[in-house]
């Protein structure tokens, strides 16, 4: 019965190499064909971005960036505390172990205080993201399209 299975199998295998697939057989073994991409270039570099890419990557540049969480907040303070009291540990990963585990045995309520720095400062990102918009949608920034001297 074991031997009916192995004939099978191989019997499946071998009709499923038969039909077309994108590879060759070749001495019994499996080549796969390898095509380039027409906009890859022989020295491997990707193509130049776009006048209008560049455009809209200085206008991204010019985005706020996103505020820290509550956790990132409270790890500033533990840092401070945490390098008087262990002047020997230099080892950002054992600042930041310690940091995660005293953050996740704390209660809300001491955890308060850095929910509610962290929501001040997402409140001003808000504000600080609406007027960018804005801004953008007038066109403010089309004045620095062109600035650059470096253009290639």
């Not at 009916?4 to 001495?27: C, F, G, L, V």
């Not at 001003?124 to 007027?131: K, L, Q, W, Y």
Request: proline share 5%; glycine share 4%.
């Amino acid at each position: 019965m074991a031997k009916t299975r192995t004939s099978r199998s191989r019997n499946s295998s071998s009709a499923s190499t038969s039909t077309e697939s994108p590879t060759k057989q070749t001495d019994g073994k499996m080549a796969l064909r390898v095509t380039s991409s027409e906009k890859t270039k022989k020295s491997g570099r990707k193509p130049k971005p776009t006048a209008s890419k560049r455009k809209a990557a200085k206008i991204d540049a010019m985005k706020p960036k996103k505020p820290p969480t509550a956790f990132f907040y409270y790890l500033e303070d533990f840092r401070k505390e945490f390098q008087e009291q262990n002047p020997d540990v230099k080892s950002m990963r054992d600042v930041g172990k310690a940091c995660g585990e005293k953050w996740k045995t704390m209660t809300y309520e001491e955890k308060v205080h850095y929910y509610d720095i962290a929501t001040e400062k997402r409140a001003e990102f808000d504000r600080a993201v609406a007027e960018f918009e804005k801004r953008k949608e007038i066109g403010e920034f089309e004045e620095f399209e062109d600035d650059s001297d470096f253009d290639e």
